[in-house]
């Protein structure tokens, strides 16, 4: 069983600055690919950055050069760095894992940016 809990959401200004934090329960952290998504109201919930177990990072199109998603095996933690916030990146912000083809959810935590 493997328990994601999200937690570094809060109300910002456009232009502003979070890192959001996922903390993973269970000793195979290190040996998956963790990923970060996010729904904003009235849309399908997507694909925001994902890092490999190696560290490898992916990030969609619109949030590039402004997040940076990182982990910390030692502390079976992955990070979301989020700069230049946008009120388009306003949504709920999910961590996720695949593990064992079992797919993995948080509980989300809330962003939101002001203009």
């Known amino acids: 069983q493997v328990q994601l809990v999200e937690s570094g959401g809060d109300l910002v200004q456009s232009g502003g600055s979070l890192r959001l934090s996922c903390a993973a329960s269970g000793s195979i952290f290190s040996m998956h690919g963790m990923d970060w998504y996010r729904q904003a109201p009235g849309k399908q919930r997507e694909l925001v950055a994902s890092?490999?177990?190696?560290?490898?990072?992916n990030y969609v199109d619109s949030v590039k050069g402004r997040f940076t998603i990182s982990r910390d095996n030692a502390k079976n933690r992955v990070y979301l760095q989020m700069n230049s916030l946008k009120p388009e990146d306003t949504g709920v912000y999910y961590c996720?894992?695949?593990?064992?083809?079992?797919?993995?959810w948080g509980q989300g935590t809330q962003v939101t940016v002001s203009s």
């Open positions: 996720h894992a695949v593990v064992g083809l079992v797919n993995y």
């Open positions: 890092i490999t177990s190696g560290g490898s990072a």
